[in-house]
């Protein structure tokens, strides 16, 4: 299981007092009223960032950083990612779990065929669907509903699912 989880990624500058805007890759954005810090992971470290201010705008958080006062000092931070740990994470309802989790999953049929390797998970609005890439490179669309997902092991990385009828069809 992954110790961090990404919430966002930071897309531009705010201004010119060192605020930004952040994509949320959460399912909640409202979640970052009540997160104190984040990490960033500048592509060769992960820095520890206390948060000092929360705002919306449309479908963007809008961050301030305490210490980081300007433009200048939150510029070359665009496109990065925002994790938390996994301690600061959302407590999860029964059959739920984090796409970090999810990614990597080894997924079988009811009848025993390994289909491949969960690889992307989209979220749609009526359901999310996952994305398994098959060992010939090809991918198959599974939507994520009980009739189709049978059982979820993340200790063991993999996934047991019935392929609907025309599901596999060309």
């Known amino acids: 299981m992954e110790q ?26 409202a979640r970052f ?29 809008i961050l301030k950083f305490r210490g980081l006062d300007s433009i200048e000092a939150v510029e070359g931070y665009k496109g990065k990612d925002l994790y938390i740990s996994r301690e600061d994470a959302v407590p ?3 059959n739920e779990n984090f796409i970090a989790d999810l990614i990597g999953m080894e997924v079988r049929t009811d009848k025993g065929v390994s289909l491949g390797v969960l690889s992307d998970v989209m979220e749609t609005g009526a359901n999310d669907v ?8 090809r ?3 599974l939507p994520a509903i009980r009739d189709c997902i049978l059982e979820v092991n993340v200790e063991e990385k993999r996934m047991l699912v019935h392929v609907l009828e025309g599901l596999l069809d060309l």
């Open 4 to 29: 961090f989880l990404r919430v966002g990624v930071i897309s531009s500058t705010h201004g010119v007092r060192g605020e930004v805007k952040v994509y949320p890759t959460t399912d909640d954005p």
């Open 33 to 61: 009223q009540q997160l104190k810090k984040v990490l960033l992971d500048t592509g060769k470290e992960r820095m520890s960032l206390e948060i000092d201010g929360v705002k919306f705008f449309k479908n963007l958080v």
């Open 92 to 94: 999860l309802s029964e």
């Open 130 to 137: 996952y994305v398994v890439k098959t060992p010939e490179g």
């Open 139 to 141: 991918e198959i669309l």
